[in-house]
């Protein structure tokens, strides 16, 4: 079996479409899925070579994605340019079209394309950054990815959770690693009534100067707050490296947990709530003579 090299060739420059003076033929049709596949691959290639190269100068995780975004728009860009090109399409035809997606953009898609533009902001600005530990609301957790529409953060209790761009410019995010993970610990013990002051906050900076991620600088202070209803009341205020709540609570608990071995070695109670119950004789008295 032969093939006709000429029948094959005049085949695939039969025009199937036209429009004005230009036509597209079907060797044109059957040559873009070529140019598709090849250059999509070819954007893929770039685009993992170029995000190996952040990695290894140890760039950080949110410029690496940045990067990548932009990577993947620029070479998709090429490639529908270099498509409309091989299919001889003049621009002025998608003039029309264009204008209507605008309309129906303008109309339809203004919360779509104000999460689009908040990602960018957040991506290019960086307030908030992939690693980062934010609390929302009454949400915490840590950003995992930055993405065209929102943002995924994985919380605390492990669940992920999905917040629009837009929230995040919008309203209030406390970021706990934005500049340093640098965190106070807060803890507080009340001791009974009688015990010496000057010696449990001595124990109290014991507790505290004896946990590996207590920082000497600032120093760690322990105040004497008030005189409760029940106990004496003390605060321990120190500052440790911290990535994520659940670090603060460890070490709050194994301060306390300390303490409480301190106080007790020492003979100090820790407080508990009480009440003092007085009955009136007299009351009693004239009961008893009534009877």
């Not at 695939?12 to 230009?22: E, I």
């Not at 770039?46 to 990695?55: C, D, I, S």
């Not at 009454?138 to 209790?157: F, H, L, P, Q, Y």
């Not at 440790?240 to 409480?260: G, H, K, P």
């Amino acid at each position: 079996m032969t093939i006709d090299l000429t029948s094959l060739t005049g085949l695939l420059r039969t025009p199937l479409l036209s429009y004005g003076d230009d036509h597209i033929t079907a060797g044109q049709l059957l040559l873009v899925p070529t140019v598709l596949l090849v250059g999509w691959l070819v954007v893929r290639l770039v685009v993992r070579f170029t995000v190996r190269r952040l990695e290894a100068k140890q760039t950080s995780p949110d410029v690496v994605h940045l990067v990548r975004r932009i990577v993947y728009i620029v070479g998709l860009a090429m490639l529908a340019l270099t498509t409309i090109d091989l299919l001889n399409l003049p621009l002025t035809a998608f003039a029309f079209v264009s204008g209507a997606v605008a309309i129906g953009v303008g109309f339809g898609a203004q919360n779509i394309i104000n999460n689009f533009i908040s990602g960018w902001i957040l991506m290019w600005e960086r307030p908030i950054r992939i690693g980062d530990f934010l609390e929302i609301g009454d949400a915490k957790g840590t950003v995992e990815s930055i993405n065209t529409r929102s943002t995924r953060i994985r919380r605390v209790d492990g669940v992920h959770m999905l917040i629009p761009n837009s929230a995040l410019l919008e309203n209030t995010v406390v970021n706990w690693t934005l500049v340093d993970r640098l965190a106070r610990c807060t803890v507080r013990v009340g001791v009974a009534y009688g015990s010496a002051p000057r010696q449990v906050q001595e124990l109290f900076l014991q507790a505290v100067r004896e946990q590996p991620e207590t920082l000497e600088e600032p120093k760690p202070a322990v105040i004497f707050e008030d005189f409760g209803d029940n106990a004496l009341i003390f605060d321990a205020y120190f500052w440790v490296m911290a990535t994520v709540d659940r670090d603060l609570r460890v070490i709050r608990s194994n301060t306390r947990f300390r303490l409480e071995e301190l106080l007790t070695e020492h003979g100090i109670t820790i407080a508990f709530p009480q009440r003092d119950v007085h009955l009136d004789g007299s009351l009693t008295i004239a009961k008893a003579q009534d009877d």
